[in-house]
Nanobody
């Protein structure tokens, strides 16, 4: 599976952005896809995953929504009510589909390049 993230940009606090993750490969429909983010000087952390289960980090729950379109091989992250602390490079990643909630970075096999999200106060 090859992944490419896009849709980042600059937005004011309270605004919205929708990130897209385009996937190629015949195994996409059997993959769980997660979003992660990395703020300057900080570690990359889990944001959301969609696969056998859908799960969000507490910091984004109620504001972000992950969805997928298996026909188009796309996964989306709708981000609403953005805060300055959401500023980060966002990455999508894929791993085999299962029913566990997997948030550990090292359990994801495929990664796309990041897309920058900047939220101004």
């Amino acid at each position: 599976v090859q992944l490419q993230a896009s849709g980042g940009g600059y937005v004011q606090a309270g605004g919205s952005l929708r990130l897209s993750c385009a996937a190629s490969g015949r195994t996409f429909s059997s993959s769980a896809v997660g979003w992660f983010r990395q703020a300057p000087g900080k570690e990359r952390v889990f944001v959301a995953v969609i696969g056998g289960v859908t799960h969000y980090a507490d910091s984004v729950k109620g504001r972000f929504t992950i969805s997928r379109d298996n026909v188009k091989n796309m996964v989306y992250l709708q981000m609403n009510s953005l805060k300055p602390e959401d500023t980060a490079v966002y990455f999508c990643a894929a791993r085999p589909w299962d029913l566990r909630v997997v948030t550990a970075l090292d359990l994801y096999d495929y990664w796309g390049q990041g897309t920058q999200v900047t939220v101004s106060s």
